[in-house]
Nanobody, 123 residues
């Protein structure tokens, strides 16, 4: 069983910063690609940023130069540093981790989601 626990959301003024964290726990053999998504009510969930196991990163155009994704493999945690926040960044943010587990000698890879954390940016 694997769980992802997010933290770090909240209310901030435009131009401010927040740092989101997502910690994985459970029967983890290997953490693969880790990512952050966001979703507004009535809209599809969209990719914000991702980071591979090798450290290669990818960002959506709307956050390039403002957000930074990073990971700490020793802590099984992925972070999203959000700077220069704008009101349009207001959303629920979800972490997504592709995790390999090993059970009775058999490997499985699944994509797990965090519970979501609200980020609200006031103008």
């Amino acid at each position: 069983q694997v769980q992802l626990v997010e933290s770090g959301g909240g209310l901030v003024q435009a131009g401010g910063s927040l740092r989101l964290s997502c910690a994985a726990s459970g029967s983890i053999f290997r953490l693969n690609t880790m990512a952050w998504y966001r979703q507004a009510p009535g809209k599809q969930r969209e990719l914000v940023a991702s980071i591979t196991s090798g450290g290669s990163t990818n960002y959506a155009d709307f956050v390039k130069g403002r957000f930074t994704i990073s990971r700490d493999n020793a802590k099984d945690t992925v972070y999203l540093q959000m700077n220069s926040l704008k009101p349009e960044d207001t959303d629920v943010y979800y972490c997504n981790e592709q995790i390999t587990t090993k059970t009775l000698g058999i490997y499985h890879e699944y994509a797990y989601w965090g519970q979501g954390t609200q980020v609200t940016v006031s103008s």
